[in-house]
């Protein structure tokens, strides 16, 4: 079993960056693929970007291609999110989650453990 907390959330105008983190304890980290999700309200939770075990597969959603990066630090059991050029659209909880196997994962029910969410908040 993992925990996971993520950490980095805030307000931000449009065009600013934010870097999320999210530190896992439990077993060892890189037996887990690992994603970021996010959930506006009235809105269905959605992928928006995740990662093999060891960080060489990456899969990002269409809409934060190009100003997302994911990455982790095995040895620190921390999964990252820098997200560049922020947009109001943007704005929503941001959630990691991990997956009982180190393959990534591309669908919401592919995770089994899950963050409690940082708000991300950005201002035209």
């Known amino acids: 079993q993992v925990q996971l907390v993520e950490s980095g959330g805030g307000s931000v105008q449009a065009g600013g960056s934010l870097r999320l983190s999210c530190a896992a304890s439990?077993?060892?980290?890189?037996?887990?693929?690992m994603g970021w999700f996010r959930q506006a309200p009235g809105n269905k939770r959605t992928l928006l970007a995740a990662?093999?075990?060891?960080?060489?597969?990456?899969y990002y959603a269409n809409s934060v291609k190009g100003r997302f990066t994911i990455s982790r630090d095995n040895a620190k059991n921390t999964l990252y999110l820098q997200m560049n050029n922020l947009k109001p659209e943007d704005t929503a909880v941001y959630s990691c989650?991990?997956?009982?196997?180190?393959?990534?994962?591309?669908?919401?029910?592919?995770?089994?453990?899950w963050g409690q969410g940082t708000q991300v908040t950005v201002s035209s």
């Open positions: 989650a991990a997956k009982n196997y180190p393959y990534l994962g591309r669908f919401e029910t592919d995770y089994d453990y």
């Open positions: 439990g077993r060892t980290f890189s037996l887990y693929g």
């Open positions: 990662t093999s075990g060891d960080g060489t597969s990456t």
